[in-house]
């Protein structure tokens, strides 16, 4: 159970630790595979936090090689929902409608700035980023088709520039 406190996932290494859990399976002999079970932040925070942090904890399980997440979704102290559908509801259903059918191809990079990783189906890649600090911007090449989506799933107006962009990064 990998319950944050009230710290981000970044700010709880979530993506470290795991790694560091992967590793200890891998000396003890491996073929072992790795689960997150209950995890989720407390009411108290406020929604919009959880909405961004939920979706994040995901990727970076993800990027840790972690089999399976278990996000707590009852109503109570960490769970998304609380007498009616919140943000996170939407935020995580924005998610997995994303990667639907992709898998996992990499974590470009990671640090307290800019978190970007990419996942592909049949050799189109989808890139997911956000800033853990709450602003950066991220230049990127993209191809004609190109399309950028808000943390659920709204379009957002991107215009390239000799096959560039260039997007503002926040949290969510």
Known sequence: HTYGGHDSPEACKVYETLGQVDESIDRMGGMKI???????????????????????????????????????????????????????????????????????????????NLWVCVFEHAGRPLAVGWSPAGNALWTVGVRDGFSVHDLFGSPMSVQATAGKITVHVTGA
């Open 34 to 112: 790795q689960w997150t079970t209950w995890f989720g932040w407390p009411h108290d925070l406020a929604v919009q936090r959880r909405a961004e942090w939920i979706p994040r904890y995901f990727i970076a399980c993800v990027a840790a090689d972690v089999e399976r997440d278990g996000l707590y979704a009852w109503e109570g102290d960490c769970g998304i929902l609380q007498n009616t559908t919140q943000p996170a509801t939407a935020s995580v259903h924005a998610l997995a409608k994303m990667i639907e059918g992709r898998r996992f191809a990499g974590l470009i990079g990671h640090d307290e």
